[in-house]
């Protein structure tokens, strides 16, 4: 399971076996979520158990690592 980084108490991470279309996983604190790359801009898909405010700070976390998320990705998955 590729790691991306830890903020916050979370871990943005890929799993191993992913799919199309690009998209990360947020595991921490009880919870979990899922953002995913929608037109340029990673929108929260699902989440589990994460307070809101949590959740705005993952998602500027997501926002201004944008494009290592899709770097990332894409040197994991398109080798």
């Not at 076996?17 to 998209?23: F, G, M, Q, S, V």
């Not at 919870?31 to 959740?55: H, P, T």
Request: net charge neutral; charged share 30%.
């Amino acid at each position: 399971m590729p790691e991306l980084f830890r903020f916050y108490g979370f871990v943005f991470m890929f799993f191993s076996l992913e799919h199309e279309p690009i998209h990360l996983h947020v595991i921490g604190k009880d919870g979990q979520a899922k953002f995913v790359l929608e037109k340029d801009e990673f929108v929260l898909q699902e989440s589990k158990n994460i307070k809101l405010n949590d959740l705005k700070r993952i998602a500027k976390v997501i926002k201004d690592n944008h494009d290592i998320i899709i770097s990332r990705w894409n040197e994991y998955f398109n080798k």
